[in-house]
């Protein structure tokens, strides 16, 4: 009978014993499944610079698994501008980095100029850095995002603009129909 009440105790131990470990994982996993990778839009707003004025700037996000990333405006049209490149990086719980890099280009003065040309010509790069903060349920972003502009040659023209970013995650609306 002692034999059956010390084995009923052991096991009874060893399943609650489970049973927490099994708790402690499941929340973790959750945790881990919170992070930036996937498409994001965000609405940004410069506090200096030449792009303070703008008050509809949106960017559109990707952060993949592999630590790369992909940045494009409402604005790369003007004048026509490729997407940014740029890497990510985790930071710390919820923290993240993220810096990119895309080319701009003159405007021509005139359309003679255009055509003399055969377009937009590269006028240098730019470079952002954000420091990002994601919210407690993985939906929602903030950050701060700095702003440095080069020519061809590398030289630094804009110097630290600063702005902050508000982003969402994109998500297949349940109303969407296919």
Do not use: H
């Not at 052991?10 to 499941?26: G, K, P, Q």
């Amino acid at each position: 009978m002692k034999k059956r009440i010390f084995t009923l105790r052991v096991i009874s131990i060893l399943t609650i014993f489970l049973l927490f470990s099994l708790l402690i994982a499941c929340s973790k996993t959750r945790d881990r499944n919170i992070n930036i990778v996937g498409a994001w839009k965000g609405k940004v707003q410069f506090n200096n610079g030449e792009y303070a004025a703008i008050k509809d700037f949106e960017f559109m996000y990707v952060f993949n698994a592999g630590g790369t990333m992909t940045e494009s405006s409402n604005y790369d049209g003007v004048p026509p501008t490729p997407p940014a490149y740029g890497i990510w990086k985790k930071n710390g719980d919820k923290q993240y980095e993220a810096r990119y890099e895309f080319y701009w280009n003159k405007v021509p003065a005139t359309f003679e100029d255009l055509v003399k040309t055969g377009g937009f010509t590269n006028a240098g790069y730019g470079v952002l850095l954000e420091k990002i903060t994601l919210s407690e349920d993985g939906k929602s972003y903030s950050s701060t995002i700095n702003f440095n502009l080069f020519d061809q040659n590398g030289k630094q023209i804009v110097y630290n603009n600063q702005g902050t970013v508000v982003a969402k995650r994109m998500e297949f609306d349940s109303k969407e129909k296919d």
